[in-house]
């Protein structure tokens, strides 16, 4: 069955980097794109970015431009994502998700990891 | 950019009743691109249907998805206990990428 699961959760003070990861079973890892959401507490959801594992093509968000790392290792089925220059309102539960493929469909997130809390705070 | 307004921002009914949840874009989209999630606290989201009216895998028939252009909604035909939680519409657009409405909450009356 398809998983992904996340790293634990990290407490990081402002300027700060954060790296989480996102480890992948149950499907053929460089067949689907990978994406991150985040979502901030009591808060909606924010997509952040999304990675091909087998192109490297990567997609991002205005928001995260210039802050937002994103990458994979083919080779442990595991995607990464690197939010530099943390600020508090970075707070938030971080989601890793697959873009799914059903037949001619595709951008909507079939599976998803079971999130990672990133607190910013001095 | 395509901004999702999804209505009410909480509903209140009881088991067994009909739930409609309505998801507005602010210029016409896609129906391909348009799908809902649900959400229970502490919980990733889950993902009900696709291009607007397709059940994801193990997504029981009671939950329906209709709509064109900027009107879209969400169904739920009798509620049951398990689907009180938050429901988000999202959207996918080659700029600015995907965007989530805001929620709708359906609680417990």
């Known amino acids: 069955q398809v998983q992904l699961v996340q790293s634990g959760a990290e407490v990081k003070k402002p300027g700060a980097s954060v790296k989480v990861s996102c480890k992948a079973s149950?499907?053929?890892?460089?067949?689907?794109?990978v994406h991150w959401v985040r979502q901030a507490p009591g808060q909606g959801l924010e997509w952040m970015g999304r990675?091909?594992?087998?192109?490297?093509?990567?997609n991002f968000a205005d928001n995260f431009q210039g802050r937002l790392t994103m990458t994979t290792d083919r080779s442990v089925s595991t995607a990464y994502m690197e939010l530099t220059s943390l600020k508090s309102d970075d707070t938030s539960v971080y989601y890793c998700?697959?873009?799914?493929?059903?037949?001619?469909?595709?951008?909507?997130?079939?599976?998803w990891g079971q999130g990672t809390l990133v607190a910013v705070s001095s | 950019e395509v901004v999702l307004t999804q209505s009410p921002g909480t509903v209140s009914l009881s088991p067994g009743e009909r739930a409609t949840l309505s998801c507005r874009a602010s210029?016409?989209?896609?129906?391909?691109?348009l799908v809902w999630y649900q959400q229970k606290p502490g919980q990733a989201p889950r993902l009900l249907l696709y291009?607007?009216?397709n059940r994801a895998t193990g997504i029981p028939d009671r939950f329906s998805g209709s709509g064109s252009e900027t009107d879209f909604t969400l169904t739920i035909s009798r509620l049951e206990p398990e689907d009180f939680a938050l429901y988000y519409c999202?959207?996918?657009?080659?700029?600015?990428?995907?965007?989530f409405g805001q929620g709708t909450k359906v609680e417990v009356k």
């Open positions: 149950g499907y053929t890892f460089v067949d689907y794109f």
């Open positions: 291009a607007t009216s």
């Open positions: 990675i091909s594992p087998f192109s490297g093509v990567r």
């Open positions: 998700a697959r873009e799914g493929i059903r037949g001619n469909y595709r951008r909507h997130f079939d599976f």
């Open positions: 210029q016409s989209v896609s129906s391909d691109s």
């Open positions: 999202q959207h996918f657009d080659s700029s600015p990428g995907w965007t």
